[in-house]
């Protein structure tokens, strides 16, 4: 842990706590807004650039790299932010190298979906990377956030960290149910249906976006972090929520 002059190593701790919340408040958000900020855009800049392939509103997330020269910065800008922090995620123990390769992969496989474009000859790329990104982040969410830490703020409070594992464990879950939806769409060719393959694109974002938000404890969070107030806190402070976790 880095030390600053007159900082207790408690101290040091809740700065570097937050530090890492904020981080995954940020891929939450980015990965929540992706979806609506592509859509309401696209239609807003209709008037003024069109679309390239003459959609009101495109077939998928992917296709808004199409849309026009707008929202195509959006889809990449935004895919590039959420893999590069994802990158600097590295879990709660110093020397854990699964976070670390799940998150350096995880960079890698945002990027392929970022730069490899649906419709040319990386198109495989770009499903390989779409999938990849939703497997190692389904995996951190299962597998890794559910973990046990040294936190001794979630040691104290240990009814809340078994509802965030239980988000996690959904979020985790729903990502693979739309990855398999992905997979069985694409085959079928019901993909040509635009409406349903944006929807099921939506849905893993919004399970995505979900879990990075829980785990910065913006949501279901027991103590404010970087100036928000959880509303996790004020119901444990109305119902005692965790008070009483020993007595259970």
Not at 45 to 67: C, D, K, M, Q
Not at 85 to 105: E, F, P, Q, V
Not at 164 to 179: D, G, L
């Amino acid at each position: 842990m880095t030390e600053i002059p007159g900082h207790t190593p408690e101290q040091m701790a809740d700065i570097q706590g937050t530090s890492a919340r904020s981080i995954n408040f940020s891929i939450g958000a980015l990965a929540m807004l992706l979806g609506p900020m592509l859509i309401i855009i696209g239609c807003a800049s209709l008037p003024l650039l069109g679309s390239y392939r003459n959609w009101t509103v495109a077939p998928s997330i992917s296709e808004y790299y199409y849309f026009n020269s707008l929202t195509q910065g959006i889809f990449i800008g935004s895919l590039g932010a959420i893999g590069t922090l994802i990158s600097a995620y590295r879990g709660w123990h110093k020397n854990n190298r699964a976070d670390r390769a799940i998150a350096s992969l995880g960079l890698i496989a945002a990027w392929m979906v970022a730069l490899a474009p649906f419709y040319s000859a990386a198109k495989a790329l770009h499903y390989i990377g779409a999938a990849t990104l939703f497997l190692l982040m389904a995996i951190m969410l299962a597998f890794r956030f559910t973990d046990k830490t040294g936190d001794a703020e979630e040691n104290a409070h240990p009814r809340w960290k078994n509802l965030r594992n239980r988000i996690y464990r959904i979020c985790a879950s729903v990502m693979v149910v739309v990855m398999a939806a992905k997979a069985v769409v694409w085959l079928t060719g019901l993909d040509s249906i635009a409406d349903f393959t944006l929807l099921i694109e939506a849905t893993g974002l919004f399970a995505f976006s979900i879990g990075w938000l829980t785990k910065s404890r913006f949501l279901f969070g027991y103590k404010p972090a970087d100036g928000y107030l959880h509303w996790g806190e004020a119901r444990e402070a109305r119902f005692g929520v965790g008070e009483s976790s020993g007595s259970h």
